[in-house]
T-cell receptor, first 117, second 110 residues
């Protein structure tokens, strides 16, 4: 089973709202990722969690706040977003985090389509 | 600077017309190359991981190959359901960063 689940599938929020995106995997993977994808563009890495610790933050604005409560769950808390933040937000996981020359395949969830009004 | 370039940007084929998609890369210290398929509004679906030049992998009508500078995704006798965007990604460098290409949008006409 290589399934990563994400909720909600769609989210519409105003610029003053606070909302959260959720991601879950039960493959025993120890690395989890958040990506942002605009239409007709490749995914852009936002955050990487390695063994439940934040290991990479790609200079993402503080209105995006990731959280990894345990090895299976990953959240992305959203606050005071801008219309340009509207995008498909993808979660991915891999068995091991990228390090020390080890390659590991990332498995993606279906994404959350976010619209900021 | 590490780069991944996919070509063509878009490709239209008749059903049954075989072709190849290209992913060329200029990176230091390739760790692995990944191919994904992505349908509109959905997450990328993993297809293949290739680790070293000369490696080949197959799945149904798809075959991925890797050289020292590029990878090809060969599609044999495609069907309309093969229509999707195909993404190539490379893991490389001291920090093992993953770099995505911009994708090839493939459209198979019945």
């Amino acid at each position: 089973d290589t399934e990563v689940t994400q909720t909600p599938k769609h989210l519409v929020m105003g610029m003053t709202n606070k909302k959260s995106l959720k991601c879950e995997q039960h493959m025993g993977h120890r690395a989890m990722y958040w990506y942002k994808q605009k239409a007709k563009k490749p995914p852009e890495l936002m955050f990487v969690y390695s063994y439940e610790k934040l290991s990479i933050n790609e200079s993402v604005p503080s209105r995006f706040s990731p959280e990894c409560p345990n090895s299976s769950l990953l959240n992305l808390h959203l606050h005071a977003l801008q219309p340009e933040d509207s995008a498909l937000y993808l979660c991915a996981s891999s068995q091991a985090p990228p390090s020390g020359g080890v390659t590991d395949t990332q498995y993606f969830g279906p994404g959350t389509r976010l619209t900021v009004l | 600077e590490d780069q991944v370039t996919q070509s063509p940007e878009a490709l239209r084929l008749q059903e049954g017309e075989s072709s190849s998609l290209n992913c060329s890369y200029t990176v230091s210290g390739l760790r692995g190359l990944f191919w994904y398929r992505q349908d509109p509004g959905k997450g990328p679906e993993f297809l293949f991981t290739l680790y070293s030049a000369g490696e080949e992998k197959e799945k149904e009508r798809l075959k991925a190959t890797l050289t020292k500078k590029e990878s090809f995704l060969h599609i044999t006798a495609p069907k309309p359901e093969d229509s999707a965007t195909y993404l190539c990604a490379v893991q490389a460098g001291r920090d093992d960063k993953i770099i995505f290409g911009k994708g090839t949008r493939l459209h198979i006409l019945p």
